[in-house]
Nanobody, 118 residues
Framework: QVQLVESGGGLVQPGGSLRLSCAASGSIFSSMGWYRQAPGKQREMVAIVTSGRSTAYTDSVKGRFNISRDNAKNMVYLQMNSLKPEDTAVYYC??????????????WGQGTQVTVSS
C-alpha cells in the first residue's frame, strides 16, 4: 500500500521560508509534486518533479519555490522562500505511479497547513 506522510508546515512571517517534506512508501513514482488549496479557491498545482528530475512550477511561485526529490529515499521536498500572505493554503503531497497498461494512479497526502501572516 502507498502512504504519503507530510511535514514542515506551520506559521511564518511574510518574507520568511519553510521547507515541506513528503515521505512516500513503495517503488519510485513517475512524478511527485505539491498542490495547494486556499479557502474559497480550487486546488492548484504548485510544483512537480519527475523521476528524471524535470520540474514545472505555477507562475506565481517561480523564482521563490524549489522542488526536489531523493529517489533513493522516495522523498520529495518543497523549499519555499520569500513567502507571501497569498501563499497561505493547505499543501498536499502528490505521487503518480504508471501502470503496465499505460494508465496511472495518483496518491495524495492528508495535507499540511501553511500560514503566512504578520
Amino acid at each position: 500500500q502507498v502512504q504519503l506522510v507530510e511535514s514542515g508546515g506551520g506559521l511564518v512571517q511574510p518574507g520568511g521560508s519553510l521547507r515541506l517534506s513528503c515521505a512516500a512508501s513503495g517503488s519510485i513514482f513517475s512524478s511527485m509534486g505539491w498542490y495547494r488549496q486556499a479557502p474559497g479557491k480550487q486546488r492548484e498545482m504548485v510544483a512537480i518533479v519527475t523521476s528524471g528530475r524535470s520540474t514545472a512550477y505555477t507562475d506565481s511561485v517561480k523564482g521563490r519555490f524549489n522542488i526536489s526529490r531523493d529517489n533513493a529515499k522516495n522523498m520529495v521536498y518543497l523549499q519555499m522562500n520569500s513567502l507571501k500572505p497569498e501563499d497561505t493554503a493547505v499543501y498536499y503531497c502528490n505521487a503518480r505511479r504508471q501502470l503496465g497498461s499505460g494508465g496511472y494512479v495518483n496518491y495524495w497526502g492528508q495535507g499540511t497547513q501553511v500560514t503566512v501572516s504578520s
